[in-house]
């Protein structure tokens, strides 16, 4: 597959920068759509042809001409914000993904998708890609990425080889979401434990997500327009693993044990504040992230494994390890 042009979007973002290392390493010609100048010079460096760009751009569609794939990675992905925002980049910049995979003959489409559409605020585990989802979605983020696959599924009825990943909880180096933020959390005042405290979930190493990814690529046809769902195949305790990450920091591990309702309360009076006109700031706890750290949530993945050949390469501890060795070069960089 070396000398394959293949395009990638989010590429500035935390996914799309290792998934592009990967395709350079496998000599892809490779070029990246993303909006951090900054990042997209420091690919450019290392031989990408970088194109900053909205994904909800009129323009995006033609950025696609002449690539034999594409890999979506690029989304709006927080935990709060403004409707409209996660609507523009969710779904209409999947849509101008879409219009230009069709308009120029694009052989394969891999999406990247979430599967914060399953959660409900109860315990599911063992997860399956063809299970009912919740009549309502728990945020802007999951009812837009829902919708995105909508657009998906769509493009695949039309002809377009497409394929879905929803990878749960990505971490590594380069994560400035999950474990930077209960890092933060900690470093502030504590780490909040909710309810029991004994949350069952799935994470993934970033390597493996982009493993997951290039399956995809090489998948027979066999694969097109399916979901699949992409973890370590490890199911962790959250708090387990978070005095496993603070050791290896040495650091304390601030915790507070919070009942859930009284953190779904407190949460539910933070994201009002929140919408309040003269604020502007994200909420420092939500619903979501109060569910999140309450009830188990795993994912089956047999249909990965199966379909696309997928098997996780770095384990939940290497992982761990190697995000804590890069915090702490980075926290090190920061003091100087």
């Not at 694969?223 to 305790?237: A, D, F, H, M, S």
């Not at 978070?242 to 050791?247: D, S």
Request: proline fraction near 5%.
């Amino acid at each position: 597959m070396g000398n394959m042009k293949v395009l990638v979007t989010g590429a500035t973002g935390f996914l799309g920068r290792n998934l592009i290392g990967r395709l350079l390493s496998e000599d892809f010609e490779v070029t990246a759509i993303g909006r951090s100048l900054e990042i997209g010079r420091e690919l450019e460096a290392a031989g990408v042809a970088f194109v900053r760009m909205d994904l909800a751009s009129e323009e995006m569609p033609r950025t696609i001409k002449g690539h034999a794939a594409v890999f979506h990675c690029g989304a709006f992905s927080a935990p709060w914000g403004p409707y409209d925002e996660f609507y523009r980049t969710n779904v209409i910049g999947t849509r101008n993904v879409i219009q230009g995979c069709l308009e120029n003959g694009v052989r394969r489409l891999i999406h990247v998708s979430t599967p914060s559409i399953y959660f409900d605020y109860k315990d599911r585990l063992n997860i399956r890609e063809e299970e009912p989802l919740p009549a309502r979605f728990v945020n802007a983020y999951a009812q837009t990425k829902r919708l995105a696959e909508q657009e998906i599924d769509r493009a695949f009825a039309e002809g377009l080889p497409v394929i879905t990943l929803r990878p749960r909880g990505i971490f590594g180096p380069g994560d400035n979401a999950i474990f930077p933020r209960l890092l933060r959390a900690n470093e502030r005042r504590f780490v909040p434990v909710i309810g029991k405290g004994r949350a069952f979930m799935d994470v993934t190493y970033v390597d493996n997500v982009t493993e997951a990814l290039l399956c995809s690529l090489h998948a027979g046809e066999h694969v097109l327009g399916r979901k699949y769902n992409i973890t370590n195949g490890q199911p962790v305790y959250l708090y387990d693993l978070l005095e496993r990450l603070f050791v290896l920091l040495d650091t304390p591990f601030r915790s507070r044990h919070i009942p859930y309702r009284a953190a779904y309360s407190l949460a539910s009076a933070m994201e009002a504040a929140a919408m309040l006109p003269f604020v502007d700031r994200e909420p420092m706890l939500t619903r979501y992230t109060v569910g999140i750290l309450a009830f188990n949530q795993t994912l089956d993945i047999s249909r990965a494994r199966s379909d696309l050949g997928y098997q996780p390469l770095i384990s939940v501890d290497e992982g761990i390890y190697r995000f804590s060795s890069w915090w702490r070069q980075q926290e090190g960089r920061g003091r100087d």
